[in-house]
DNA sequence: GGCCGCCTGAGC
DNA sequence: GCTCAGGCGGCC
């Protein structure tokens, strides 16, 4: 379901809900959200960990126990981390419960159980997080221009794909893909070696600014959060462009486009984001095999 | 590059 | 009944 934003909101609602608590009882109802070890393994492991802090990288989310073991995970479409009181109704879908030293119990629910956990040991190499599986965050101040330029000019792919692309910057997906392609006036279909220096820039700079909006549009209560189940964020209604296809562009006005870009539904400006900006005309030279008009 | 699998549910 | 969904890995 979520993207670094929302996943960054779950850390903030629960963090101060699991900073301190001990680990009780470890119950798994589905094995196969359990990527590392196997799930007998991973259930011991966890059972009488305090837990010391919440980080994200990404959209993972990253447990750490005072023994230096972590617990790592990933919501993927459909994933939701909540904490409430034992007494509490199970929601449908509830595959994983860790009940915590205040009587309260951290609970995974996953429609679609896409989500996965990793249990790593102190010592014990992290093959998610590690600089070769994450490209930088997005607030990250390496990501200039000159970085994803040097990074994406020469790729043939389009700039949406390579968005989502989490060893190039990590946490973006759908939603924000199409977020900072409007902000940076950029088409989703666009091939990356097509693009300018100024295209560049302008991605550089939108996708911190889109990301950090993101975040600070999601702001929440855990009651608020408690209320939506953890799959109901603030920032919908403020999208500029996802889900907004046929509405007027913020901007402009004019029509938002539907595309299916990369495999993935893409919604942007037809205006504001040319496929074919002016001044790029040099770059549409096709060679003879190509020209079929 | 495109397609499929993994899953269930919502909306049409 | 069909299509689609905010992710990601694998396959050809």
Redesign the pocket.
């Known amino acids: 379901?979520?993207?670094l934003p929302?996943v960054e909101t779950v850390r903030r609602i629960l963090e101060p809900q699991l900073a301190g608590r001990t680990v009780g009882t470890v119950e798994v109802y589905n094995e196969?959200i359990i990527a590392h070890p196997k799930a007998e393994l991973f259930m011991a492991l966890l059972q009488g960990q305090t837990i010391q802090k919440i980080s994200r990288r990404g959209?993972f989310l990253t447990l750490h126990f005072e023994s230096g073991d972590r617990l790592s995970l990933?919501l993927?479409?459909t994933g939701q981390l909540l904490v409430m009181p034992k007494g509490e109704p199970l929601e449908?879908h509830t595959h994983l419960i860790l009940s915590l030293s205040d009587s309260n119990q951290l609970r995974y629910i996953d429609?679609?159980?896409?989500g996965r956990f990793w249990y790593f040991q102190k010592g014990e190499t992290d093959t998610l997080t590690g600089q070769d599986a994450l490209g930088p965050e997005p607030t990250d101040p390496i990501l200039a221009a000159d970085y994803l330029k040097s990074k994406l000019g020469r790729r043939?792919?389009?700039i949406k794909?390579m968005l989502?692309d989490?060893t190039v910057v990590a946490g973006i997906?759908?939603?924000y893909s199409d977020e900072i392609l409007f902000v940076a006036g950029i088409y989703p279909g666009a091939k990356c070696d097509a693009l300018s220096d100024a295209d560049w820039e302008r991605l550089a700079s939108a996708i911190p600014e889109v990301i950090l909006w993101g975040i600070d549009a999601d702001q929440m209560t855990p009651e608020e959060y408690l209320r939506g189940k953890g799959k109901e964020?603030r920032n919908?209604e403020h999208l500029r462009v996802y889900g907004r296809a046929g509405q007027p562009c913020p901007a402009c006005g004019e029509a938002l486009c539907r595309k299916v870009i990369?495999?993935?539904?893409s919604t942007y400006c037809p205006n504001c984001q040319k496929a074919f900006p002016a001044g790029a005309g040099s770059l549409q030279v096709k060679s003879q095999g190509d020209n079929q008009a």
């Open positions: 379901m979520p993207e929302e196969q959209k990933h993927r479409m449908k429609v679609r159980r896409f043939k792919k389009t794909e989502h989490q997906g759908n939603i964020y919908a990369g495999g993935r539904s």
